[in-house]
């Protein structure tokens, strides 16, 4: 995304916000696309006001948590707020399109450019299995309707003149989920998505949105229900003061409990260093991680077959959700951390109610004016791991393990699911074997879930700001080795 | 030669709205101007809490001069516009 985008979305989350605890939360909702652009005021983006405002209005749209592609256009936002205060519960499939500002990417994957001599040989027409070109006026012409963007024609041009264009979106899809329309917008095919954001990301014009749970929790925080928020181990990376003051804030805001998810990562850490002892030893020959939750859903849609080679070890989430449900069964779960799988994930977990992301949850201090510099620097009570707080950094799972585990670990680390490292996957799976390691993390984010899709900070940022944070951790107990078990 | 002062806003609305990322301020400053740009961070400037303020965060100072929507260009080029004004 751009960062006139990435500002956007996140002023337009703020606006939300205050919105939703203003007098008139239906017309102060219909007012944002009118107070970020006044009459008057500058067109930084588009072609003129109302497009630029009726691009805001689609975004306050994923924002209230709706799909962009149902608006008929004349249900106001005014209405739209309305429906999400009476929404039951937040829609399924996650991501959803903005096809005011996608259409502005190119609308056809192959292109003629100029220089097309318009030669009497003429190969791209005869190379054509679809008859998609014609030669129009000396120049030769793609009818983007029967174009399967096949690429025969760019092998055939002996002038080069033909070219693919990038489509972000569609180019960094790790699982060809992304087509364009005929219209020229891009839509995602749910049935073969694994919520990986990283159409969210790449998208220059910030056209994929995330449909937000933040009035849900909204709604939950004016009612002064019991709330628990869990954060992920990558929130940590995000926001600004220790840990202590952090939870304070999120306290601020008003979750009744505030837990680490790291806590869970440790439970993790220690079922997945038992689990690769015990695998290893009945000759399997790797085991693959399991809390990513874009991994998950990439290999039940698309890679059944490494299933059995994949830990059956519970996500940090499910544990940390299980814990709290224990200690406060009456409160409701939210879930907060940079990552969009984890919505899906949470869909299948019925400890987990809700699922926030960080720059929703920056968007809830914006709104509410909390300064965590300001807030107390509350004592932590069970401090995870400086191993389970590493999770969210590409080969800190696997490091962890390692560190645990009573047998001799080679890790070997996945940082990012795209083609390339899809084929790797693919090949282990295939042979039942992997040569380079008998643990393979898997991360879907670059860089591992400080480089998820809803990510505030970058990731060089997110590492220094965990690191302070390492430094200041104990490691986790390490397994009991056998001599020592027999012994006592 | 003049000295410029950078102070970068690392309240939390700064940095929730991007301040986070100028980070590489830090290193691209001292590559091209040497000695005479200094940058730091800072607590919250309080330009974010009047109402609306926030959408023009993150904030930074160059000397008296406050950036707004900051961005690194943006922040570059004001060093250069004070830097050459002598
Ligand atoms: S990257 Fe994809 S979603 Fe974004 S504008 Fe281009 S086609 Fe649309
Ligand atoms: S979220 Fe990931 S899998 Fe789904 S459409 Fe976007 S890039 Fe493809
Ligand atoms: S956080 Fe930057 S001015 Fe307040």
Redesign the pocket.
């Known amino acids: 995304m751009s960062t006139n985008s990435i500002h956007l979305k996140k002023e337009i989350l703020v606006r939300i916000v205050k919105a939703f605890f203003s007098e008139n939360f239906e017309k102060q909702a219909r007012l944002i696309p009118y107070d970020m652009r006044p009459k008057g005021a500058e067109v930084p983006f588009r072609c003129c006001i109302y497009k630029e405002r009726a691009i805001l209005k689609d975004r306050v749209i994923a924002g209230l948590g709706f799909a962009i592609e149902d608006d008929d256009e004349t249900v106001s936002l005014s209405e739209y707020a309305e429906k999400s205060l009476e929404r039951k519960e937040p829609e399924k499939n996650p991501?959803t399109v903005l096809g005011a500002a996608c259409k502005a990417c190119v609308p056809k994957r192959i292109h003629v450019t100029d220089l097309c001599q318009g030669c009497v040989a003429r190969p791209c027409v005869s190379t054509c299995k679809f008859g998609a070109i014609e030669i129009v006026n000396g120049h030769s012409v793609i009818d983007s309707t029967k174009c399967k963007a096949c690429k025969m024609c760019i092998n055939a041009c002996p002038y080069n003149a033909i070219v693919k264009v990038a489509v972000p979106?569609e180019d960094?899809?790790?699982?060809n989920?992304?087509e364009k329309n005929e219209d020229g917008t891009a839509k995602?095919d749910f049935d073969k998505?694994?919520?990986?954001?990283?159409?969210?990301s790449k998208c220059p014009f910030g056209a994929?949105h995330e449909k937000s749970q933040l009035i849900e929790v909204l709604k939950l925080l004016k009612a002064e229900k019991e709330l628990t928020l869990m954060f992920a181990p990558a929130v940590v990376g995000q926001f600004p003061g220790t840990i202590g003051q952090l939870k304070s804030a999120m306290k601020k805001v008003g979750f009744t409990h505030v837990y680490e998810v790291a806590q869970g990562a440790d439970v993790t850490i220690k079922n997945e260093a038992k689990e690769l002892e015990e695998r290893l030893e009945e000759g399997q020959d790797f085991m693959t991680t399991s809390c990513c939750a874009g991994y998950n859903q990439f290999t039940k849609k698309h890679l059944p077959e490494i299933e059995q080679y994949k830990s059956d070890t519970k996500t940090p989430m499910y544990y940390t959700a299980e814990i709290a449900k224990k200690e406060h069964p009456n409160a409701i779960n939210i879930f907060v951390s940079p990552c969009?799988a984890k919505k899906q994930e949470a869909f299948e977990n019925e400890n987990v109610d809700y699922v926030l992301n960080t720059a929703e949850l920056g968007a809830l201090f914006i709104g509410l004016q909390i300064e965590i510099a300001n807030c107390e620097d509350e004592e932590i009570e069970n401090e995870p791991s400086k191993q389970g707080r590493n999770f969210p950094v590409s080969g800190g799972v696997a490091e962890a393990v390692k560190f645990r585990a009573n047998c001799e670990v080679c890790p070997s680390v996945i940082n990012g699911l795209n083609k390339d490292s899809i084929r790797l996957l693919k090949k282990y799976a295939q042979n039942g074997k992997c040569d380079d390691g008998n643990l393979v993390e898997v991360m879907c984010c670059d860089g591992g879930c400080i480089g998820g899709n809803a990510t505030i900070a970058d990731e060089r940022t997110a590492k220094k700001l965990i690191k302070t944070i390492l430094d200041n951790s104990k490691d986790i107990e390490k397994e009991e080795t056998k001599e020592n078990a027999t012994k006592q | 030669m003049k000295k410029v002062d950078v102070k970068v806003c690392m309240g939390t609305t700064c940095f929730v709205m991007g301040s986070s990322n100028l980070q590489k301020l830090i290193d691209v400053v001292p590559r091209k101007f040497k000695d005479n740009v200094e940058v730091s961070g800072m607590a919250c400037l309080g330009m974010c809490s009047s109402s609306g303020e926030y959408s023009k965060a993150p904030y930074v100072k160059v000397n008296d001069v406050v950036v707004q929507e900051a961005t690194i260009d943006k922040v570059v080029e004001e060093i250069e516009r004070q830097l050459n004004e002598h």
Do not use: T
């Not at chain 1, 998505?193 to 969210?200: D, E, L, N, Q």
């Open positions: 991501l979106c960094n899809c790790p699982v989920a992304i995602i998505c694994i919520s990986c954001g990283r159409c969210v994929v969009v």
